[in-house]
């Protein structure tokens, strides 16, 4: 149980397109996913908090007009990163919460965007 | 939330035990311990999680210090799959940590030699 999906794998586009990117919670409701960008050989960094029916909550230094995030249901979130650049170009992973006591996140399988 | 410590890397052979450190001596009382692992190109997976006693399950065992101001992830018998970067990471219960996110360090890098 509690799997997390992500699409596409990977993606490659050209500069100044948009792209979409799906998460969805195959086999729970998730009240709170978030998105975490990772570049090569670092580690996760969050970009942003998104509840269910509401406004994400985006970290410093993240801008929301470039990357677009929707909850519209307890089973899907999208990141669209508009206008995309090269410096975009980096692993993108959500997680879900299942909203148990501890706390557990739950991840996808990420998906690695290539703007050229 | 709290601060983790880990080694950048370990290495371990193919087959033997590994026993991997965390620092927390910042830790809690409401703290609940974490472990990941991510593998190359991929998410991080979920290994184990403990409150104050010793914890097992089918991945990994997690032992804790008395004072829980360090964690030891053990891994049994490493195989190959188990290469990968090993986070640990401090939660609140979710009663006090409602919607927040993992805050992850740069881990540690665990490579397994055939």
């Known amino acids: 149980g509690a799997v997390v999906s992500q699409h596409p794998s990977w993606v490659i586009c050209k500069s100044g397109t948009s792209v979409k990117i799906e998460c969805r919670s195959l086999?729970?409701?998730?009240?709170?996913m978030f998105w975490y960008r990772q570049f090569p050989k670092q580690s996760l960094m969050l970009m942003a908090t998104?509840?269910?029916?509401?406004?994400?909550?985006?970290e410093q230094g993240v801008e929301k007009d470039k990357f677009l995030i929707n909850h519209a249901s307890l089973t899907l979130s999208t990141l669209t990163v508009t206008s995309a650049h090269p410096e975009d170009s980096s692993f993108y992973i959500c997680?879900?919460?299942?909203?148990?006591?501890?706390?557990?996140?739950?991840f996808g399988p990420g998906t690695r965007l290539t703007v050229l | 939330d709290a601060k983790t410590t880990q080694p950048n890397s370990m290495e371990s052979n193919e087959e033997e035990p590994v026993h991997l450190p965390c620092n927390h001596s910042?830790?809690?009382?409401?703290?609940?311990i974490h472990w990941y692992r991510q593998l190359p190109s991929q998410g991080p997976e979920y290994v184990i999680h403990?409150?104050?006693s010793n914890v097992n399950n089918r991945m990994a065992s997690l032992a804790i210090a008395e004072d829980r101001k360090s964690s030891t992830l053990i891994l049994h018998r490493a195989t190959l799959r188990d290469a990968a970067v090993y986070y640990c990471?401090?939660?609140?219960?979710?009663?006090?940590?409602?919607?927040?996110?993992?805050?992850f360090g740069p881990g540690t890098r665990l490579s397994v030699l055939p």
């Open positions: 910042t830790i809690s009382g409401t703290d609940y």
């Open positions: 086999d729970f409701q998730a009240t709170t």
């Open positions: 998104s509840n269910e029916g509401s406004k994400a909550t985006y």
């Open positions: 997680s879900a919460s299942t909203g148990e006591l501890y706390n557990e996140q739950f």
């Open positions: 403990g409150l104050t």
């Open positions: 990471i401090l939660r609140k219960a979710r009663r006090d940590n409602y919607g927040q996110n993992f805050v």
